[in-house]
């Protein structure tokens, strides 16, 4: 029986996914950067599954302190209780963030992460005595999670559609890709026609009620690892300083090392209001997330309010705490965010040799070990491909049946056609498991394109 063949009988019937594998393999086991399924296949994480997983799978020290806390107790409620690895994770998310950051509320998505930054956000001018601020700009081209509210800052058509009827009255302007690039412009003149359109906005909306911008550093999932060309989040920073506008800085997936400074927008010189992140906070080990809020913000009100008034039952879960405090303590103690800067530009440049000979491939970009690769059917005009041909999800597919997990992507162009794939494997992925990515997702794009 060929391997091909063994992968698809031995897998429990699901509804297709966005990998376009129409049957899921039974995960076993995980160690290091690969996973393991119950035919004994193995698979090595190239994309952290979403980004997700920032020290690869079945780390025992990590393992430890979770069984650890479990010994003493599971969780203290947090309108009971403090506990230890909570104070000691904010402590050390607010030495990693900077002294400009105070307040954190921890949740267990960055779904509910973004959601309480939309509260914050508008239970801030609600203490100011400012109520009327109740409007949200966001970006088309961005996905911010899958609550309402977090849906509604959205601008990803194909998972808001459902639910449009409900969701909230956001505004939008344009994405900032200089691959794909508002009125063809690019370098310094797009900054500027981008911020004259955010600034444009908001004078029409009114900035008294206006709330808050957000904004992905980097666009995951909607984009394909799009980063804002230079200058642009100075820019915006600007223009909601103008207008008293709060800005919020989704890095759920960004965040937390993946593109090689702890903050994402610590590349850009740029400090938020406030902030969202998950994901590689505790590596997949335990949901965890967290809103992390600017001083003034907080304190504005904490003393107007008495509380921050988001967040859930397990907010602030004991043992997740814990499993995130010794996530981030190797992190540090290994460099691990630094090897993630300087290793994240050589792996895009050996990506970008690797695929050279393949037509197809459009744009290879990102920051760090959040890397994205952009297919089209002319590299000349950057057409994309029909939706229908579905090119992502062929070349994940591809990926999975050679043992490589791959993220893909579609819809960056009108919502409804582009193809994208990211690329985001553990911060200490070896030297060999590297490589071993490059060879195999090359395999994979040149399988899709038959190229012999």
């Not at 794009?445 to 012999?452: C, G, S, Y």
Request: proline share 4%; net charge neutral.
């Amino acid at each position: 029986m060929d391997g091909q063949h063994q992968w698809c009988t031995s897998m429990t019937p699901v509804r297709a996914t966005g990998w376009g594998v129409g049957r899921l393999p039974r995960i076993v086991r995980g160690e290091g950067s690969y996973l393991y399924d119950a035919d004994g296949r193995r698979y090595l994480d190239g994309s952290g599954g979403p980004a997700a997983f920032s020290i690869g799978h079945g780390n025992r020290e990590v393992n430890a302190a979770i069984a650890a806390q479990l010994e003493k107790v599971a969780c203290g409620y947090r309108y009971l209780f403090t506990s230890e690895p909570l104070e000691q994770l904010t402590d050390l998310l607010r030495a990693r963030c900077g002294a400009d950051f105070q307040h954190i509320v921890y949740c267990g998505s960055g779904s509910e992460a973004v959601e309480s930054a939309l509260k914050v956000a508008l239970q801030y001018w609600d203490a100011r005595g400012l109520p009327t601020r109740r409007r949200f700009i966001a970006r088309e081209r961005s996905y911010h999670g899958n609550t309402l509210g977090a849906l509604s800052v959205s601008g990803f058509l194909e998972r808001r559609r459902p639910f449009e009827a409900s969701l909230l009255e956001v505004a939008f302007v344009s994405a900032a890709n200089a691959y794909r690039p508002m009125s063809g412009l690019a370098g310094s003149e797009l900054v500027a026609a981008l911020a004259q359109e955010l600034d444009t906005r908001i004078a029409a909306l009114g900035p008294e009620q206006v709330a808050a911008f957000i904004f992905e550093p980097v666009v995951g999932a909607a984009g394909g690892a799009v980063p804002a060309p230079p200058g642009y989040a100075q820019a915006v920073r600007r223009v909601c300083d103008r207008h008293g506008v709060l800005l919020i800085a989704d890095e759920v997936m960004s965040g937390a090392g993946r593109c090689g400074t702890w903050r994402a927008l610590e590349h850009d010189g740029v400090v938020p209001d406030i902030m969202a992140v998950g994901k590689g906070l505790a590596g997949g080990y335990i949901p965890l997330a967290a809103t992390i809020v600017r001083g003034e913000v907080g304190d504005t009100i904490v003393a107007q309010q008495g509380v921050i008034l988001t967040g859930h039952t397990y907010s602030g879960h004991t043992t997740a705490c814990a499993a995130g405090l010794a996530v981030q303590r190797i992190i540090e103690r290994d460099s691990l965010v630094a090897r993630v800067r300087t290793r994240g530009e050589a792996l895009q440049k050996e990506l970008r040799a690797a695929l050279a000979r393949v037509d197809e491939v459009g744009d290879v970009r990102g920051r760090g070990f959040l890397i994205g690769v952009e297919l089209v059917s002319d590299r000349t005009t950057r057409e994309p491909f029909a939706a229908e041909r579905a090119v992502s999800q062929s070349i994940g597919r591809h990926a999975l049946e050679s043992g490589l997990i791959c993220y893909p992507c579609s819809g960056n162009v009108g919502g409804l056609k582009g193809d994208t794939i990211i690329i985001a494997p553990p911060y200490n992925a070896s030297e060999g498991e590297l490589s071993e990515l490059i060879e195999k997702f090359v395999h994979a794009v040149e399988r899709t394109f038959a190229i012999a």
